[in-house]
């Protein structure tokens, strides 16, 4: 049975914890409506400058709903915390082949898609920009200090 946390305090909305070799089309059905899903896909070095660029964000990504997945060469990781995803199939379900981060909207789509990492106040920009965001922001979240 695959156990889905739906609420995590503090980063945001959505974290998973999910047996070994839960499948990745699950994690992300889940997420739909939910959450936005922050993909960070690469090595070692990406995935440190990608939390650098979010430290110290936690209030910004829970008030927008939004879940960090790292996706390693063979783990895979949802808000720091090691999930039972497959590397290789979460890669294969996002149509991942090297280096990327993804920005996946509500709506399950990609809105996003750079090789690299991406500054924190670009991934807010665009998400502030869209209109299920705007609407969200005329009744704020409460739960994310």
């Known amino acids: ?33 939910r959450s936005r899903v922050l993909v960070v896909a690469g090595d070692a070095d990406l995935l440190a400058a990608q939390r650098a660029a979010l430290r110290g964000r936690r209030a910004a990504l829970c008030v927008r709903d939004m879940v960090v997945v790292e996706i390693a060469a063979d783990s895979v990781r949802i808000d720091g915390a090691a999930v039972g995803l497959d590397a290789w199939e979460t890669r294969r379900h996002l149509a991942i082949d090297g280096p990327a981060v993804l920005l996946i909207g509500k709506d399950g789509g990609v809105k996003l898609r750079r090789p690299g990492p991406v ?21 704020p979240r409460s739960d994310c200090s």
């Open 119 to 139: 500054p924190a106040e670009r991934i807010f920009a665009l998400i502030d920009d869209m209109p299920m965001r705007r609407d969200e922001a005329r009744q």
């Open 1 to 33: 049975m695959r156990l889905f946390l739906l609420s995590l305090v503090g980063l945001a909305g959505l974290a998973a914890a999910a047996p070994l070799a839960a499948a990745p089309a699950d994690f992300f059905a889940d997420a739909l409506w």
